[in-house]
């Protein structure tokens, strides 16, 4: 295999009965399997407490969960360990790597194989819409199972919007209403800084298409197949981009770095509103110092009147091969993936993480237990994912080396907020630099 393509109804998925184990069987008997993941921190050690519960629940498997270091890591670990013949059971592959997973061939068994493979129920419907789209082929089959799934949502400082004169139970809906206000809080100089983002590439661009219902590239966004483009240099996303170059301009808005960078300016309380991942929330709830709120992504009426869902951060479990892999190793990742499943572990597993509730079980379970009501807008990342009808713009981006494009995205917009180049010139750039990378990946997926 290339290493560049590698690299590069509710309850039904509950319902495991062909898969529960006989109490006779011994744990000398059992048949060890092995996760790979990315998770440090309190969420690894949410991990381990997922790994001691499934092998107290059942005598047939015994599963020993790795730390393997960050997202690429562990992509880059499980990708030499398949290589030598030597691949975990099953590997966590964060969302961007989706495209590139699917194009790995024997290295993997997608989770609707193995579902046909094992019994097991595997039930696309039983997931909630955002997170069913992403990791759903264009069939409806799943490709691999969900696992630790957030969005992109809106932080604002309560306090800050007080000062300012803004109404804090009314945060902006739309992106012309958070322009307002940030200007505003910067006139006020309600906090140093008026407004942040996260994530930009994500949430401004990916986020921002999927809920507009635009296209972000041809092929459905890829998921029709490898010979997709991108689509990024059209009107929508050029005035998106001139928007933030017109905030910064004003002193309204400050780019702060890529990726996570900027969440740190929320949570110190210099930023007022930060665009940033719902997971961020354990982070806010340990650092701030002042009121926080959680809310909906800004949306565009004069493009989408009916807003859609958004499209979901984190990660999902794949299934690999390996030389002499047994069908009773298969029926033990069967029998985890299950387990995970039970409306009951996605509900804890979402309060303890942050996480969101990935099965509407779950997400009924989780407001049940009163979570939601005991922790105001926690619910706002799942509400979210659920909006709106799933439409072939807002199921997710299925391009093969996601990644690097997004490194593309970063690097134009960035020469554009230093006034080396316009809006347009940014977008074109990086369509044009993003499709060699695509027409790269396709040559090589294709041997």
Same mark, same amino acid.
């Given at each position: 295999?290339?290493?560049?393509?590698?690299?590069?109804?509710?309850?039904?998925?509950?319902?495991?009965?062909?898969?529960?184990?006989?109490?006779?069987?011994?744990?000398?008997?059992?048949?060890?399997?092995?996760?790979?993941?990315?998770?440090?921190?309190?969420?690894?050690?949410?991990?381990?407490?997922?790994?001691?519960?499934?092998?107290?629940?059942?005598?047939?498997?015994?599963?020993?969960?790795?730390?393997?270091?960050?997202?690429?890591?562990?992509?880059?670990?499980?990708?030499?360990?398949?290589?030598?013949?030597?691949?975990?059971?099953?590997?966590?592959?964060?969302?961007?790597?989706?495209?590139?997973?699917?194009?790995?061939?024997?290295?993997?068994?997608?989770?609707?194989?193995?579902?046909?493979?094992?019994?097991?129920?595997?039930?696309?419907?039983?997931?909630?819409?955002?997170?069913?789209?992403?990791?759903?082929?264009?069939?409806?089959?799943?490709?691999?199972?969900?696992?630790?799934?957030?969005?992109?949502?809106?932080?604002?400082?309560?306090?800050?919007?007080?000062?300012?004169?803004?109404?804090?139970?009314?945060?902006?809906?739309?992106?012309?209403?958070?322009?307002?206000?940030?200007?505003?809080?910067?006139?006020?100089?309600?906090?140093?800084?008026?407004?942040?983002?996260?994530?930009?590439?994500?949430?401004?661009? &990916? &986020?921002?298409?999927?809920?507009?219902?635009?296209?972000?590239?041809?092929?459905?966004?890829?998921?029709?197949?490898?010979?997709?483009?991108?689509?990024?240099?059209?009107?929508?996303?050029?005035?998106?981009?001139?928007?933030?170059?017109?905030?910064?301009?004003?002193?309204?808005?400050?780019?702060?770095?890529?990726?996570?960078?900027?969440?740190?300016?929320?949570?110190?309380?210099?930023?007022?509103?930060?665009?940033?991942?719902?997971?961020?929330?354990?982070?806010?709830?340990?650092?701030?110092?002042?009121?926080?709120?959680?809310?909906?992504?800004?949306?565009?009426?004069?493009?989408?009147?009916?807003?859609?869902?958004?499209?979901?951060?984190?990660?999902?479990?794949?299934?690999?091969?390996?030389?002499?892999?047994?069908?009773?190793?298969?029926?033990?990742?069967?029998?985890?993936?299950?387990?995970?499943?039970?409306?009951?572990?996605?509900?804890?597993?979402?309060?303890?993480?942050?996480?969101?509730?990935?099965?509407?079980?779950?997400?009924?379970?989780?407001?049940?237990?009163?979570?939601?009501?005991?922790?105001?807008?926690?619910?706002?990342?799942?509400?979210?994912?659920?909006?709106?009808?799933?439409?072939?713009?807002?199921?997710?981006?299925?391009?093969?080396?996601?990644? &690097?494009?997004?490194?593309?995205?970063?690097?134009?917009?960035?020469?554009?907020?230093?006034?080396?180049?316009?809006?347009?010139?940014?977008?074109?750039?990086?369509?044009?630099?993003?499709?060699?990378?695509?027409?790269?990946?396709?040559?090589?997926?294709?041997?």
């Amino acid at each position: 295999m290339d290493r560049r393509v590698l690299l590069a109804g509710v309850g039904g998925l509950a319902a495991w009965t062909a898969l529960r184990p006989s109490a006779s069987v011994s744990a000398a008997d059992r048949t060890p399997i092995v996760l790979w993941h990315a998770m440090s921190g309190a969420n690894g050690e949410e991990v381990e407490r997922l790994t001691r519960d499934f092998n107290a629940s059942q005598s047939e498997v015994t599963l020993e969960a790795v730390f393997k270091g960050t997202y690429p890591e562990t992509l880059t670990a499980a990708i030499a360990a398949y290589r030598a013949g030597k691949a975990p059971h099953v590997v966590q592959i964060f969302e961007v790597g989706t495209g590139t997973m699917l194009q790995a061939g024997p290295a993997i068994k997608p989770a609707w194989k193995l579902a046909e493979e094992t019994g097991l129920a595997l039930d696309p419907k039983a997931y909630i819409p955002g997170v069913r789209g992403y990791y759903s082929l264009p069939d409806g089959k799943l490709a691999s199972m969900p696992f630790n799934s957030s969005t992109a949502v809106m932080w604002y400082n309560r306090d800050a919007f007080e000062k300012a004169g803004l109404d804090p139970d009314k945060p902006p809906a739309t992106y012309d209403d958070f322009a307002k206000a940030a200007r505003t809080l910067a006139s006020k100089a309600a906090t140093p800084i008026a407004s942040t983002s996260a994530w930009m590439t994500w949430i401004q661009f &990916e &986020e921002y298409a999927a809920i507009q219902n635009l296209a972000y590239a041809t092929e459905n966004d890829g998921y029709n197949g490898l010979g997709a483009e991108l689509l990024i240099n059209t009107k929508p996303f050029v005035d998106q981009l001139q928007r933030f170059l017109d905030l910064s301009k004003d002193g309204a808005f400050k780019y702060a770095g890529r990726d996570g960078a900027p969440d740190a300016v929320f949570y110190s309380g210099q930023a007022a509103i930060g665009f940033g991942s719902s997971s961020g929330r354990a982070d806010i709830v340990k650092n701030a110092k002042f009121r926080y709120a959680e809310a909906f992504l800004p949306t565009e009426p004069a493009l989408n009147p009916r807003p859609n869902n958004s499209i979901i951060g984190g990660a999902s479990l794949w299934a690999m091969t390996a030389p002499k892999r047994s069908e009773a190793e298969y029926k033990g990742v069967a029998a985890f993936y299950a387990f995970l499943a039970k409306p009951e572990q996605v509900a804890l597993y979402a309060q303890n993480t942050g996480y969101v509730p990935v099965t509407l079980a779950g997400y009924e379970a989780t407001k049940q237990a009163g979570y939601f009501d005991r922790n105001p807008g926690t619910d706002v990342p799942a509400r979210q994912l659920s909006r709106g009808e799933l439409t072939p713009n807002s199921r997710g981006l299925r391009l093969g080396r996601l990644p &690097e494009i997004r490194a593309i995205l970063y690097e134009e917009i960035e020469k554009a907020l230093q006034g080396q180049q316009t809006a347009q010139s940014a977008m074109d750039g990086a369509v044009a630099r993003g499709n060699r990378v695509l027409r790269d990946f396709q040559k090589s997926a294709r041997g």
